[in-house]
């Protein structure tokens, strides 16, 4: 009897809002989205829907809701025609999320083939991940945001889109 008044204290004590928003995000089966036109693949848990109306005529990118369309996964290729570096690409990232942006980067980590910044805009939550695709000619990013309150319902998500966030052939 004493575990079960715990239990319903403990489920009294969660924000109404928590249980709906996380529903299809832990343990979700995990779907594929794959551009070979732009040349990055990224898997994703079957809480994020693709909004078709989204991807423009060129498919340089697509956008995935969930949560109610309150958390947004956005994946992009940009042609890289100024030739820039990867630390080029950072730099400018850097600079329009804390000038532009008036957002913090509170995780910040760089290999030789991608970047991932993290922090927040405003009350929500971002994290981006870029790297140089296509021998450079691409720059692809994920940029995944949602409000804060969210971050225990999306942890897994964002690190399962993030890890998988590959370069892929035509």
């Not at 529903?23 to 040349?39: F, I």
């Not at 989204?54 to 109610?68: H, K, L």
């Amino acid at each position: 009897m004493l575990r079960l008044a715990a239990g319903l204290l403990f489920l009294l004590a969660q924000p109404a809002a928590a249980q709906p928003a996380c529903e299809g995000l832990r343990g979700a089966r995990l779907l594929s989205y794959r551009n070979p036109a732009w040349g990055f693949a990224m898997d994703y848990p079957a809480g994020f829907v693709l909004d078709p109306g989204s991807v423009p005529e060129n498919g340089d990118s697509a956008r995935f809701w969930a949560a109610g369309g309150r958390a947004t996964a956005v994946v992009t290729g940009l042609r890289n025609r100024d030739g820039q570096s990867l630390a080029a690409v950072l730099a400018e990232a850097e600079r329009d999320i804390g000038e532009n942006g008036r957002g913090s980067i509170t995780y910040r980590r760089v290999t030789p083939d991608w970047f991932v910044l993290s922090g927040y805009l405003a009350d929500r939550i971002y994290y981006r991940r870029s790297f140089l695709g296509r021998g450079g000619a691409v720059i692809a990013t994920l940029w995944i945001e949602f409000p804060r309150e969210l971050k225990p319902c999306l942890e897994a998500a964002v690190a399962t889109m993030s890890l998988s966030f590959r370069p892929v052939g035509p």
